[in-house]
């Protein structure tokens, strides 16, 4: 009897989902508009300056709501969106979720070098930042987002960001390579600064799953543990910290051969480097030979 009654509660229970989905069509649905929007918002475009910023003819009152901006839509403005902010366009379409693309420069700093140039060569170094986001935890993924001012709309800026994901702070290779994609920037007048976050900050913006939502502010509105990524390529101790020694210091030792050989490619030239950097570094090298 009471298999009977679970039964028929089971049986109302999808006639009631039946009827509720069936009398308003869509409505579990996420709008195309309503992504557009969220889009420019996270971006640092607030909804009523979507028009100076897509032109062809849209008016204010066109998104003043999601549903008049649905109406107004075209492919050229989707696709226009896409490339504008550097967005996988099955996203904003409802089909992928993923948002970014990301980039895996992991022992390849001539491939970040060549990367770095075509960015300078669209903004200049003064329209381009950087963050380097760590956990506490150094082995949890960090990411290196850079930050591209696209233009400015009554002098606030909006922006186009990179995802290089895939570093490993407790790993000496994968510090060793990130270190040269820091110190590049560095000396290309790109200024990257460090934050150390929670593990959940890391991962919501390391894989491109998740909008970029950092809004007018753009990089500059995250906190967390300020440090200087600039220092792993000028103190020992700095670059050192967080890798994972390994049987008889050998994650160490590695860690520093792999310093002199990035040193001597070049890919470590800051402002800040100088002999003195050279000699603090041979001095921890033989430390731990």
């Known amino acids: 009897m009471f298999g009977e009654i679970e039964s028929f509660c089971a049986l109302v229970d ?7 989905n069936h009398s308003n069509p869509g409505s579990d649905k996420e709008l195309l508009s309503t992504r557009l929007v969220q889009l420019y918002e996270a971006h640092g475009v607030h909804r009523n300056q979507i028009p100076k910023v897509i032109g062809q003819g849209l008016t204010l009152y066109d998104v003043s709501t999601d549903e008049r901006l649905l109406k107004k839509l075209t ?26 693309p990301t980039y895996d420069f992991y022992k390849c700093p001539a491939k970040f070098e060549a990367f770095l140039s075509s960015l300078l060569a669209k903004s200049g170094s003064d329209g381009l930042d950087g963050i380097l986001l760590s956990a506490v935890d150094s082995r949890v993924e960090s990411v290196l987002i850079l930050q591209e001012t696209i233009d400015s709309i009554n002098e606030k800026p909006y922006y186009r960001y990179y995802l290089c994901s895939g570093w490993f702070l407790s790993y000496w290779k994968s510090t060793g390579y990130i ?12 200024y990257v600064y460090g934050l ?14 998740n ?19 600039e220092d792993l390529a000028l103190v020992p101790e700095t670059y050192l910290k967080n890798i994972n020694p390994e049987e008889n210091q050998f994650g160490l ?33 033989k430390k731990f030979s």
């Open 14 to 20: 999808r006639v009631k989902k039946f009827f509720k």
């Open 75 to 100: 492919d050229k403005i989707l696709s226009s969106t896409c490339q504008l902010f550097g967005i996988n366009r099955d996203w904003l379409d409802g089909a992928s979720d993923e948002i970014y």
């Open 179 to 190: 270190t040269a994609c820091v110190a590049m920037c560095w000396k290309n007048n790109v």
């Open 196 to 209: 150390y976050v929670d593990k959940a900050t890391v991962d919501k913006y390391a894989h491109g799953n």
């Open 211 to 229: 909008l970029l939502d950092f809004g007018y502010d753009g990089i500059y509105q995250l906190s967390g543990i300020r440090w200087y990524p």
């Open 253 to 285: 030792n590695a860690a520093l051969s792999l310093w002199f050989k990035l040193y001597h490619q070049g890919y470590l030239d800051t402002p800040y480097m100088d002999n003195n950097v050279e000699l603090s570094f041979n001095d921890a090298h």
